[in-house]
């Protein structure tokens, strides 16, 4: 794996990991209180496998969706990725929904592991790829599926079977390999 970076960034401490220099830029964040580690083993597939430069960014679990975001752009712009893919877990997954909305021109689409539910809206045009875990119970696969209603002709859901909350880390290959899948027409 890689080793882990940090910056400041209005007064937060971000750590942050970097692999892969493929053309496929693909920023991924975990669910807060978790570090950028625990998305490590999908980030390395990707960057390995399949050829994406992957960045993991840990945000600080105690700052806003919209200062998390603020994050990972201070992040994006230290590795000078101009347009990414962005994506996470759980809360990081509404990170990267609000990092969108705020910066629709810096984002090809949208990968969202497990969807909370919450009233951040899908930034408009671009696509969104939802994972879940078939028996998630912190973000179950209706939040995912109402998510997906609001823009049906952009959304697509894709499933884990017999996966709970913590399916990136418990199944991180399966987790990859339909990121993988989705990504390789990008």
């Keep these: 794996m890689t080793d882990t970076q940090t910056l400041e960034n209005a007064g937060r401490r971000v750590e942050y990991a970097v692999e892969g220099d493929g053309p496929v830029g693909l920023v ?5 209180g978790l570090d ?3 998305l490590a083993v999908v980030g390395h597939y990707l960057a390995e496998e399949a050829g994406f430069h992957v960045v993991r960014v840990g945000t600080a679990k105690d700052a806003s969706p919209a200062e998390r975001a603020e994050d990972v752009l201070a992040v994006i712009d230290r590795v000078g ?10 809360s990081g997954g509404t990170v990267a929904r609000v990092f969108a909305a705020a ?13 909370e539910e919450t009233d951040v809206a899908l930034a408009p045009t671009i696509p969104v790829l939802i994972v879940q875990g078939t028996d998630d119970e912190s973000t179950p696969p209706e939040n995912g599926e109402r998510l997906q209603s609001t823009a049906p002709e952009r959304a697509s859901i894709k499933t884990i079977s017999g996966a709970g909350h913590l399916f990136p880390m418990t199944h991180p290959i399966a987790t990859a390999v339909i990121i993988e899948e989705y990504l390789d027409w990008d």
């Design 103 to 115: 910066h629709v021109d810096r984002v090809n689409g949208l990968l969202l592991l497990g969807v």
């Design 36 to 38: 950028s580690a625990a």
């Design 81 to 90: 990725l101009e347009h990414t893919w962005i994506g996470g877990h759980a």
């Design 28 to 32: 991924l964040i975990p669910d807060a």
